[in-house]
């Protein structure tokens, strides 16, 4: 993942911070009104309350028209929401991926989606590079992050994963998205493991050409990582939806329903 994406999930901490800034400052606005007392001014201040404005994005919203794919300025705004409908992704000068977005999904340098303060559910997906020659996995995905080379095929990178210490993995099956052949398995980071104890306190999945100095598949104990590794014109590309213990079934069932809705198509 590249710097962008590590912001993503800074993104998802700040909420919570930010989320956790909000109740602090509500205890001590309760404080300072306990602190005032029940004089005059407080049976006024109560009767002239107004409600609280419901909030709004402060990043454009992105709506598609009917039968319209809308393609994600990766060059504009580096947060946009997006009304449900089909969007277009950039992945090289010559090649995009076009998916189904749910409703007020949040999408960061138009690459990476996820949930949002104002969309259900719970999840992050991405499509991301995996060039032959240019793919590593970590030494260890906790104690050591020396890159070691994978092979060039989908096969070979989900044999790769799948035989990493740490995760728990899914043996690797075959797969097709959009005609698109390869390898499929699931990652999961059991509970029993102390990632605040790993190299900069988190279990990594694997990393991709200069451009990506961060790891993919990165997190914490209950991480569940889907992988749809695919043969995209001799290309390697991963379908990624990510997951943890705060996802229902039916935040899975989304993810998988954007994993399926995936096409490759020619750059326009």
């Known amino acids: 993942m590249s710097e962008s994406h590590h912001a993503g999930w800074s993104w998802r901490m700040a909420v919570a911070v930010s989320l956790l800034l909000l109740g602090l400052t509500s205890c001590a606005m309760t404080a300072l009104e306990d602190e005032a007392g029940d004089g005059p001014g407080a049976a006024a201040s109560t009767a002239g309350s107004t409600p609280t404005a419901t909030p709004q994005p402060q990043d454009p919203v992105l709506s598609p028209g ?47 989606f996820s949930t949002s303060a104002f969309s259900k559910g719970n999840g992050i997906f991405l499509v991301a590079e995996a060039p032959a020659g240019e793919t590593w996995l970590p030494a260890h995905p906790c104690r050591d992050r020396t890159q070691v080379p994978v092979g060039p095929t989908a096969r070979g990178l989900a044999d790769a994963l799948a035989a990493q210490p740490v995760f728990n993995a899914t043996a690797p099956a075959s797969t097709a998205i959009a005609g698109r052949t390869g390898a499929y398995l699931e990652l999961r980071i059991p509970n029993r493991v102390n990632s605040t104890a790993c190299d900069g306190g988190f279990v990594a999945g694997f990393t991709s050409s200069s451009r990506f100095p961060d790891w993919y598949v990165r997190g914490e104990s209950g991480l569940v990582a889907k992988l ?30 954007m994993a399926k809705s995936v096409t490759f198509v020619p750059a326009r």
């Open 228 to 257: 749809w590794i695919l043969d995209v014109d001799g290309q390697r590309f991963v379908v990624i939806s990510i997951c943890d213990t705060t996802c229902s079934e039916e935040d899975f069932e989304t993810l998988s329903s």
């Open 66 to 112: 009917r039968g319209e794919v809308l393609e994600l300025d990766q060059h504009g705004p580096q947060y946009v929401f997006t009304k449900a409908g089909r969007y277009a992704v950039r992945l090289t000068p010559d090649l995009v991926y076009e998916v189904d977005s749910p409703e007020m999904w949040e999408v960061l340098d138009g690459r990476f």
